[in-house]
């Protein structure tokens, strides 16, 4: 099984969801914006991942300037609980698989290798 924490005004996160879907494989959606990661378990996607909380934190965003994310001390447990409380700054879309794979998803090349790789 195949989870796409998807926000569907993102162009990358549609992007997502249709290479899946043209490929015939079945996902479920998590509307994230609607239903947030908690603590735990952004920490537990985040092992997955490799990744620490700035590496999947979207600087661009309103939000990450009016927290002043990047004069912020790099503390995981404290950008943890930032991106939990405000799900708007985490990339998408972020794949998930039940045998613990999970990557971010933002470009075709890595859609394209997914794919391929049988994700």
Not at 18 to 30: H, K, P, Q, W
Not at 63 to 76: S, V
């Amino acid at each position: 099984m195949i989870t796409v924490w998807h926000n569907p005004r993102c162009s990358k996160s549609r992007c997502a969801l249709d290479a899946f879907s043209g490929a015939g494989r079945e996902v479920t959606v998590r509307r994230y914006l609607d239903d947030p990661p908690t603590v735990t378990e952004l920490a537990a996607v985040l092992d997955r991942l490799g990744l620490q909380p700035w590496d999947v934190t979207r600087m661009g965003e309103e939000r990450a300037r009016e927290l002043g994310l990047a004069e912020r001390p790099r503390d995981r447990d404290e950008w943890i609980a930032l991106l939990a409380a405000n799900p708007i700054l985490i990339q998408r879309p972020i794949v998930l698989t039940d045998d613990g794979r999970a990557v971010v998803a933002r470009d075709g090349e890595t859609l394209e290798a997914l794919l391929r790789d049988g994700f």
